[in-house]
């Protein structure tokens, strides 16, 4: 007798014949487009990847609220320390007597803002202008060059100027600070 040969089971990818229909169970809806001809995302693909932009956006937009908010705080804080700086400086000048005589009523404090800028002569042989600011900084929060003033008559809290001389400046913004303090009383 002559030896057999193994047959191998018909079932193993070796020996299935390439006609054999057989779409994986998992595709079947992958085929069926490809069948079609047709691609593209369907409606509930549509709507899932909108719901997921919009979650993504709701979540961003009070951050970059945050941030605009942080960057005029900062800005105001900037303002507020140049504007005082200057008026100190002027103070300081003209206690030293190096603006000449101080105006009666103002305590050696300037007149106005723009006196900052537009400068004061100083006393001495040279005659020269003595300036503390390039320009009046911008308010962030109202965008505007104008400030509230205060005179050392005034009260520290109060919304309106005596008139007499710049002592402090403020913002005249009635917006509050993420901790409840409105910007005026920075």
Do not use: N
Request: hydrophobic share 35%.
């Amino acid at each position: 007798m002559s030896p057999q040969r193994a047959v191998p089971a018909p079932d193993t990818p070796a020996q299935q014949p390439a006609s054999a229909p057989g779409p994986a169970p998992f595709c079947g809806l992958l085929l069926r487009r490809r069948r079609k001809g047709k691609r593209g995302l369907t409606l509930v693909e549509l709507i899932v990847a909108f719901t997921v932009l919009l979650i993504l956006t709701t979540m961003a937009v009070p951050l970059a609220r945050y941030k605009v908010r942080r960057e005029k705080e900062r800005e105001l804080r900037w303002a507020l320390r140049e504007l005082h700086t200057a008026i100190d400086k002027y103070k300081d000048a003209c206690d030293y007597g190096a603006l000449g005589p101080p105006k009666m009523d103002t305590d050696c404090y300037p007149e106005k803002l723009e006196v900052l800028v537009e400068g004061v002569k100083g006393s001495g042989s040279v005659e020269k202008k003595i300036k503390f600011l390039r320009r009046i900084p911008k308010d962030p929060f109202t965008g505007q060059r104008e400030w509230g003033m205060r005179s050392v008559k005034d009260d520290p809290t109060s919304m309106s100027w005596g008139g007499q001389s710049v002592f402090s400046v403020y913002s005249k913004t009635f917006e509050k600070a993420a901790d409840g303090t409105a910007y005026a009383e920075w």
